[in-house]
């Protein structure tokens, strides 16, 4: 029994835990910075501008990752003005073993509502 009370008290506590990062990663972490960061690496790997109109949302657990909402990818230079891609939600999962290595291990990429 004692067990059992140690156990759920280990769960309870990882929970707040993980509850506790996450508020703080959306409490520190200036949204507009990492929405200026995608973008200008986007722009610079690909020439394409991208614009993030929408909130992020961070996850930690199951899995680390970022939801980012109302994405729009544009044309590259010589081509039209309307976007190359448009996406409602773009939800992007990363493998945590290789963050601690200084890696990104994209592990799983969904998308939903996109136009071409």
Known sequence: MKLLKWFFG??????????????????VVDEDMVKGKFSSQFASKTGQSLDINGPLQWS?????????????????????????????????????????????????VVLKGVRL
């Not at 280990?10 to 409490?27: D, P, S």
């Not at 544009?74 to 493998?95: I, N, R």
């Open 60 to 108: 930690i657990f199951p899995w680390v990752g970022i939801k980012l909402s109302e994405v729009r990818v544009g044309s590259a230079p010589g081509f039209d003005e309307k976007p190359l891609a448009t996406v409602q939600e773009l939800d992007v999962k990363v493998g945590i073993k290789p963050l601690f290595e200084k890696k990104i291990v994209v592990d799983t």
């Open 10 to 27: 280990l769960i309870i506590a990882m929970a707040v835990l993980i509850a506790v990062v996450v508020v703080t990663l959306n409490l």
